[in-house]
């Protein structure tokens, strides 16, 4: 696994044939025997080039534009920028480093439905000409600040308003008055936009809903004299193939009925997770430990491990790269590094926590793990929304290192 590929501030390790990431995730265990043993995050930027054929072949009419906040590290920039995939940007930071990847203005969408004034100069400066925009309010601060705009119109969807318990975007009955104002201030309207989370227990009837209420606003643009030729149905794609194909084949005879290809009509989409989330992963170390038993009654001190149930600590928690714990998501289970000999065979039940000693600070309620010792290390995978920003500004340790890794066949 020698040849490192020198990048201005990451660096990129070639893994040659058979050398797998679970081996480069062993040779930084190995290095770290003697040392602190601090949690690091591994990057496999192939996961990246791997998602985009899977990405290509099942939905080849969806143009990817990716959401920059699920993961705004320079290397996944740059490998998905040369991938030339669009970018999602929610403010000025995000448009600058994107733009500083050579991205083309005309491939940036500014998301966000309530933008800081700097944020819409800054798109004009740059050119970038799309925004979303979803208010009177939004639309009057756009017209002044950037009126050669070209606007996406969020529009609001159940399972969103469900997922975030608020309501974002305009429903249909205000469509008509937004519109018109639109005209009256002499902005063009060219699109619709709106979000599908992935937790939507009704797939089809979310897109039934949202692709015939945006095809209702196309036509009251047209009527109004808009060019509306973008249609973007926004992110909710886990990362798993299975899933993607679900939602294909949900929105695919939507799409048919309603926007076919020779309507001419730009279809995008915003997967974020679905490119970022399997391609990093993040060890941590087990820095403290308790046994408990399950039935305090029956149990006398010193009894066998059989009703036991573990508890330990590892060296980060949700004020760190477990973020995402503390908006309601769940952190599946980590597997155990291999070098763990077990005593005997047993798994048992183990919760799993950070180091603050907080009572939020619980990563993992409950799962199945054999016995570990302190010193122990464990990987979790698909850590990879929550970008390294957050790794390192958010952890306990200044930095936690990233090491990024590609194949050579992947390369
Ligand atoms: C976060 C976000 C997404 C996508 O996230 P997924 O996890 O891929 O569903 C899409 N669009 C916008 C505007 C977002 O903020």
Same mark, same amino acid.
């Given at each position: 696994m020698k040849g490192l590929v020198d990048k201005p501030n990451y660096i990129i390790e070639l893994l040659e044939g058979g050398v797998t990431l679970d081996d480069v995730i062993d040779g930084h265990i190995c290095e770290q025997a003697l040392g602190e043993k601090s949690a690091f995050v591994?990057?496999?930027?192939?996961?990246?080039? +791997?998602?985009?054929?899977?990405?290509?072949?099942? &939905?080849? +009419?969806?143009?990817?534009?990716? =959401?920059?906040k699920c993961?705004?590290?320079?290397? &996944?920039?740059?490998?998905?920028?040369?991938?030339?995939?669009?970018?999602?940007? #929610?403010?000025?930071?995000? #448009?600058?480093?994107?733009l500083e990847h050579g991205v083309p203005p005309e491939n940036i969408i500014l998301s966000g439905v309530c933008k800081q004034l700097a944020?819409?100069?800054? #798109?004009?400066?740059?050119?970038i000409q799309h925004l979303v925009c979803e208010s009177e309010a939004e639309l009057s601060k756009i017209s002044r600040l950037h009126p050669s705009a070209k606007?996406?119109?969020?529009l609001t969807t159940e399972a969103h308003a469900a997922e975030t318990s608020m309501a974002f975007g305009f429903s249909l009955k205000s469509c008509r008055h937004l519109l018109e104002a639109a005209k009256e201030l002499g902005v063009q309207v060219v699109g619709v936009t709106f979000h599908i989370p992935s937790s939507c227990q009704?797939?089809?009837?979310?897109?039934?809903? #949202?692709?015939s209420d945006a095809r209702c606003v196309f036509d009251m643009g047209v009527d109004l004299g808009f060019n509306m030729n973008i249609l973007d149905i926004g992110g909710g794609f886990t990362g798993s193939e299975g899933q993607l194909k679900q939602v294909e084949s949900a929105? +695919?005879?939507?799409?048919?009925?309603?926007?076919?290809?020779?309507?001419?009509?730009?279809v995008l989409a915003q997967p974020g997770s679905f490119y970022v989330a399997s391609a990093f992963s993040l060890a941590v170390n087990v820095i403290g430990k308790k046994v408990m038993n399950r039935h305090w009654d029956s149990l006398t001190q010193g009894g066998n491990n059989e009703d036991?149930?573990?508890?330990?600590?590892?060296?980060?928690?949700?004020?760190? =790269?477990?973020?995402r714990k503390l908006l309601g998501n769940c952190i599946a289970a980590p597997s155990v590094h291999k070098h763990v000999r077990c005593a005997e065979e047993g798994v048992y039940p183990s919760s799993l926590w950070g180091p603050s000693l907080d009572q939020l600070d619980q990563v993992v309620e409950r799962c199945l793990l054999p016995e570990l010792s302190v010193g122990d290390w464990l990987c979790f995978s698909n850590m990879g929304v929550c970008g390294p920003e957050e790794f390192s500004c958010l952890s306990t340790s200044p930095q936690l290192p990233v090491y990024y890794t590609v194949s050579t066949c992947d390369w």
């Open positions: 591994v990057g496999d930027l192939g996961a990246l080039m +791997r998602q985009h054929v899977c990405w290509q072949s099942a &939905v080849p +009419r969806m143009q990817p534009y990716y =959401p920059v993961n705004s590290s320079p290397a &996944v920039i740059e490998v998905l920028a040369s991938l030339g995939l669009g970018f999602i940007c #929610a403010n000025k930071t995000e #448009a600058s480093l994107v944020h819409i100069k800054h #798109a004009a400066k740059n050119n606007l996406l119109l969020q009704d797939l089809q009837q979310a897109y039934n809903h #949202a692709l929105v +695919r005879p939507l799409l048919e009925a309603y926007f076919p290809p020779l309507s001419g009509v730009h036991a149930e573990f508890l330990y600590y590892m060296n980060e928690g949700v004020y760190g =790269p477990f973020s």
